[in-house]
């Protein structure tokens, strides 16, 4: 019996997206080392991994074989062995084809996953105070700023980066404060840029600092 090529693709996708899944969303994805390439793995499951964009620096094409390190948010590094199953306008679609992420290494990516979200998420904001018109001066404008993360809006020098990408460095909030930022972009709507911090966030000293520095009294 032979097996047409398009639809045995599209069974397998419906078998991947019906096994749970570690989902990167709302915040920085793993990072796939793949033929010398960084791409940002979208999902992960026993069926399958999602890699949204495609690196445009080569040609990919259907069942190519790929291979190379997944380095998870837990830290782990793992290798991979896949099929190109699918190649659309997003990314790519890699199934399975030799080693791979045990159940035990995805579920808890997975949970890790949805506990910082959940920490993100029930973190305190302190907003920070629109810069005056007229001020002078370059800077970047922060929006707000948690213990996990934070939110600064670009200035009209500066491009947006890409989701995912690491920001590393010192965040210049006025002419007199300064803080350092390690972390990932997570988020991007507009000029807005949202940052979720490495492990283990921010010194609370800091944000105490910023709290007396914007809101004396």
């Known amino acids: 019996m032979t097996f047409s090529p398009e639809r045995w693709t599209a069974s397998y996708h419906l078998d991947r997206r019906s096994l749970a899944r570690a989902e990167y969303r709302r915040t ?3 990072l796939l080392e793949l033929a010398g390439l960084r791409c940002a793995v979208r999902d992960l499951g026993l069926g399958g991994l999602r890699i949204e964009p495609a690196p445009g620096s080569r040609v990919w094409s259907l069942d190519q074989q790929v291979g190379g390190t997944l380095v998870l948010r837990t830290g782990q590094q793992v290798t991979v062995e896949a099929r190109i199953g699918r190649i ?14 045990s159940a035990v ?16 998420r029930a973190a305190p904001r302190l907003p920070i105070p629109a810069p005056a018109a007229g001020a002078s001066g370059l800077r970047t404008p922060l929006r707000d700023i948690s213990a996990v993360g934070l939110r600064y809006a670009l200035t009209s020098y500066e491009s ?9 460095g010192a965040l210049q909030l006025d002419a007199d404060t300064a803080i350092d ?23 609370p000293a800091v944000l105490d600092l910023l709290r007396r520095r914007f809101f004396p009294g």
């Open 105 to 120: 290494e995805i579920e808890g990516e997975r949970r890790s996953l949805l506990q910082r979200h959940r920490e993100r």
């Open 88 to 101: 659309d306008r997003a990314g790519l679609a890699c199934f399975p084809d030799g080693r791979w992420p």
């Open 181 to 203: 930022v390690r972390g990932r972009v997570v988020r991007l709507a507009g000029r807005d840029i949202a940052v979720a911090f490495d492990p283990p966030g921010l010194d």
């Open 160 to 168: 947006a980066p890409a989701v995912g990408s690491r920001i590393e």
């Open 28 to 30: 920085a994805p793993a």
